[in-house]
């Protein structure tokens, strides 16, 4: 099967963000950004993506959308959120680690994560290093947030974590991120990097189809 088709499949079968996914319809924009921090907080922790985008929605739906929102909401009222979503065992501590890191975007960058990007200059290292000063969010989370945000941070692009990457190579698609770049536009790169992810966490319609060698 060529590659196009390939890439095409994979797009119509598991080509959707998971910031789309939350309900975070994604811009560069304090809010939206904001939202998908949240969200990358809530997949950080061992738990399945989608009781992760389920929390998210719940919490956006108690209108904490914003970090001055989280901030000043009852932490009982987050633990609860997370509770419908069935966000369990690591609800309470989740909790915790929204508010402060609401707090912290709040003091460190006036509620607006453009700040972040600004003082990382462009530089990737400095931006994940920046993002892993949020409570929860480590080396996965930051390529979480790297990778679903690169649809409207274009330095960024293109960003495929080792996921992504790993699941690539199952499908016989170019194993870097500059060979996965040339397969797609550059808008598409976030949904290709989440189709990846999701391809692979499918398990064996990861390996199906698959491009000729």
Do not use: N
Not at 70 to 89: C, I, N, T
Not at 125 to 146: M, Q, T
């Amino acid at each position: 099967m060529r590659t196009s088709e390939v890439i095409d499949r994979l797009l119509d079968a598991h080509g959707r963000t998971y910031a789309d996914e939350a309900g975070i319809t994604l811009r560069d924009k304090p809010a939206p950004l904001y939202q998908l921090l949240v969200l990358t907080v809530l997949c950080s922790a061992r738990i399945s993506a989608g009781t992760a985008t389920a929390a998210a929605r719940e919490l956006f739906a108690d209108g904490l959308r914003t970090p001055r929102a989280m901030a000043d909401s009852a932490r009982r009222k987050r633990v609860e959120a997370l509770g419908r979503a069935h966000y369990v065992r690591y609800d309470e501590s989740t909790a915790t680690a929204l508010g402060e890191g609401a707090e912290l975007v709040l003091d460190r960058f006036r509620g607006d994560l453009r700040g972040l990007r600004e003082e990382a200059g462009g530089d990737l290292d400095a931006l994940r290093s920046l993002l892993r000063e949020v409570p929860r969010i480590g080396p996965v989370g930051a390529d979480i947030f790297c990778r679903e945000a690169q649809a409207v941070w274009p330095e960024l692009r293109p960003f495929f974590d080792r996921r992504s990457l790993a699941a690539a190579e199952s499908l016989g698609l170019p194993r870097t991120p500059a060979g996965l770049a040339r397969l797609v536009p550059p808008e598409e790169l976030a949904r290709l990097a989440a189709a990846l992810v999701r391809a692979g966490l499918a398990g064996g319609s990861a390996r199906k189809p698959r491009a000729d060698a």
